[in-house]
Nanobody, 120 residues
Framework: QVQLVESGGGLVQPGGSLRLSCEAS????????MGWYRQASGKERELVAK???????DYGDSAKGRFTISKDSAKNSWNLQMTHLKADDTAVYYC??????????????WGQGTQVTVSS
């Protein structure tokens, strides 16, 4: 079983920056894809950013040009650097890991969620 722990959420003013972190209980070399998703009140969960074990990145349309995902193998973690934040970025952010498990296939794991609020 894989556990993910998120940190870094909080309140920030429009135009500001925030950095989220997700630490896994296993090596990131054992994770096929690492990502961040968010869910705003009354809306469906959506992709923010993801990166595969071999470095292929993908960003949601709202994140392109503003957010950057990175990973740190030494810390078994990955981060989301958010800049030029807007009120529409307000949401609960969840980190995600996709892991291949023998005889079980691909499994998704989720962090507990961390609140990001962008407001003046």
């Amino acid at each position: 079983q894989v556990q993910l722990v998120e940190s870094g959420g909080g309140l920030v003013q429009p135009g500001g920056s925030l950095r989220l972190s997700c630490e896994a209980s296993i090596s990131i070399y054992s994770i096929g894809a690492m990502g961040w998703y968010r869910q705003a009140s009354g809306k469906e969960r959506e992709l923010v950013a993801k990166v595969t074990d071999d470095g292929i990145e993908d960003y949601g349309d709202s994140a392109k040009g503003r957010f950057t995902i990175s990973k740190d193998s030494a810390k078994n973690s990955w981060n989301l650097q958010m800049t030029h934040l807007k009120a529409d970025d307000t949401a609960v952010y969840y980190c995600n890991a996709v892991v291949w498990q023998t005889l079980r296939g691909w499994k998704h794991y989720w962090g507990q969620g961390t609140q990001v609020t962008v407001s003046s």
